[in-house]
């Protein structure tokens, strides 16, 4: 019973103060990688709204900031996929490189068959 009650409480909490929440989150998060709102903005304007690899323009959520793992330089601004992909190829162009060999040779041998 006391769960479900400040399950509601919580929820209703949050209903109030979303905008607040995500605006600190958001902050914050960017503040992580030295950026700040406008920032942010003007580097979103400068990739014209869209996802730096794919072109993607986000839909329901914001472009994520992708950093060099290294350096902690920020890159650019990326939709969830691409930066994900980013991320599990640990940030390494030769598995890029060979993913998209295999993809490629893959092709080629079900159009000869």
């Not at 399950?7 to 995500?22: C, D, F, Q, S, T």
């Not at 979103?44 to 869209?50: M, V």
């Not at 839909?59 to 939709?79: A, I, K, P």
């Amino acid at each position: 019973e006391h769960g479900e009650r400040y399950r509601e409480i919580r929820g209703e909490w949050y209903m109030r103060n979303v905008k607040k929440h995500n605006l600190n989150f958001r902050v914050r998060t960017l503040a992580k990688y030295g950026l700040t709102l406008e920032s942010y903005d003007a580097m979103l304007a400068e990739q014209g709204g869209a996802c730096k690899i794919c072109g993607g323009k986000p839909s329901d959520r914001r472009l994520m900031v992708d950093h060099d793992h290294e350096t902690g330089l920020v890159r650019g601004l990326l939709c969830n996929n691409c930066n994900r992909s980013a991320g599990l190829v640990h940030d390494r162009p030769e598995l890029l490189r060979a993913l998209a060999d295999y993809i490629e040779s893959a092709r080629a041998m079900k159009a000869v068959s």
